[in-house]
């Protein structure tokens, strides 16, 4: 536990409350509830080291302080997270008690290194976007969202060797339910693609095979499955869109079936993808 002023309450509390949650106990020596709850407060800092830290603020010493919060009564605590006072209690929890005040405070470890990973990613740091996800899922290996997002990481931004059988057992690790969102189809339908270009011809030679046979199907299923590897959705759209007009029955449908995960692949650019979405139903409904 650490005691703090006036003049460092801000690096104290607001600042270590961006890595953390904080606990501030306004406090006095003559108060006895105060002494109570000290050793229990320590306790329950000891439990979430590096997660948890308890400040103590003298009253007698910090009048203003005491007086920007409003202590009327002592001991008073003020948890606070991100910067922000966001709860707090006046007088001495019981030990669990004061646990379920604590819990409700602190995030979820795996959720904080899923969040972790997504802010490596957004700044380029794949490598460690990507530990932060596997980290994740060592600490919760049931929750779908890390599995799904560890799955796009390794398909659309690593170039790791073993990628692809990684991205295959995240997502056959996905649950029963998740298997039936339309993220986890997206992403099947992507490592597929992805699986399957290691397999197919250059694309410049399914396009010469489509320029010589324009009712080819499987060449431009085939281009369409190595252009989605490529991420290249729009000309992959049109290879799609044009296998339903010729024929819609063609491999069970699998052209509709393609475009609509491209759709969900393609979230990002919501201009190609309700411009597709309108040509499709136009086909569908001539």
Not at 114 to 124: D, P, T, V, W
Request: aromatic share 4%; glycine share 6%.
């Amino acid at each position: 536990m650490l005691d703090t002023t006036q003049e460092n309450f801000t690096g104290d509390v607001i600042d270590a409350s961006h890595d953390g949650a904080v606990l501030v106990d306004f406090w006095a020596p003559w108060c006895g509830p105060c002494r109570t709850l000290s050793p229990l407060l320590a306790t329950v800092e000891s439990e979430h080291k590096g997660r948890l830290k308890v400040v103590k603020v003298n009253v007698d010493e910090n009048q203003e302080l005491a007086a920007r919060f409003g202590v009327r009564s002592i001991p008073f605590v003020v948890a606070f997270v991100a910067g922000q006072p966001v709860d707090s209690f006046v007088g001495v929890l019981a030990a669990d008690a004061l646990r379920q005040f604590v819990g409700r405070l602190l995030p979820d470890p795996a959720e904080t290194q899923r969040r972790k990973a997504a802010e490596l990613l957004e700044a380029g740091a794949v490598a460690g976007a990507a530990s932060a996800l596997r980290a994740a899922l060592a600490l919760d290996p049931e929750r779908d969202l890390t599995r799904l997002d560890l799955a796009r990481l390794l398909l659309e931004h690593s170039s790791e060797a073993g990628r692809l059988a990684e991205a295959s057992d995240c997502l056959e690790g996905v649950s029963a339910a998740g298997k039936l969102e339309p993220r986890w189809i997206a992403l099947d339908i992507q490592l597929r693609s992805q699986s399957r270009a290691a397999e197919l011809p250059a694309v410049e030679v399914l396009q010469r095979r489509i320029v010589a046979d324009p009712a080819d199907l499987q060449a431009r299923l085939d281009l369409a499955n190595a252009l989605v590897a490529q991420r290249d959705y729009q000309p992959a759209l049109e290879q799609l869109l044009a296998i339903v007009e010729r024929d819609r029955a063609f491999g069970d449908d699998v052209g509709r079936r393609l475009m609509l995960s491209v759709f969900d692949l393609a979230a990002g650019q919501p201009q190609l993808v309700s411009s597709f979405r309108r040509r499709l139903s136009a086909v569908l409904n001539r």
